[in-house]
């Protein structure tokens, strides 16, 4: 069993930068991929993020070149930096995380089998 914990949240203005983590509990960690969603009122869940388990990061359109995904092993720790915040990137964040051997996309959320409660980020204009 894998229990995730985000943390960092809070309210910026745009142009500024905030760090995400994500705690993890349970078994070894390496052996996840684990990925960044969020989710806007009113809007569905999309992705932000991934990494897998060689470390190859993935990132949607939006915030490709703003964002970085990262982890770290030995602290059971995964990471979102992200900078040059939008209001457009107003949304409760999630971490997410899966240990499949085969999945269709790292991008998919239906893959993830463990998600944290979620961590309120908040951009002013």
């Known amino acids: 069993q894998v229990q995730l914990v985000e943390s960092g949240g809070g309210l910026v203005q745009a142009g500024d930068s905030l760090r995400l983590s994500c705690t993890a509990s349970g078994p070894t960690f390496s052996n996840y991929v684990m990925g960044w969603f969020r989710q806007a009122p009113g809007k569905q869940r999309e992705f932000v993020a991934a990494i897998s388990r060689s470390n190859s990061q993935y990132y949607a359109d939006s915030v490709k070149g703003r964002f970085t995904i990262s982890r770290d092993t030995a602290k059971r720790m995964l990471y979102l930096q992200m900078g040059s915040l939008k209001p457009e990137d107003t949304a409760v964040y999630y971490c997410?995380?899966?240990?499949?051997?085969?999945?269709?996309?790292?991008?998919?959320?239906?893959?993830?089998?463990?998600w944290g409660q979620g961590t309120q980020v908040t951009v002013s204009s």
């Open positions: 997410a995380a899966h240990d499949r051997r085969l999945y269709s996309s790292i991008w998919h959320q239906g893959q993830y089998d463990y």
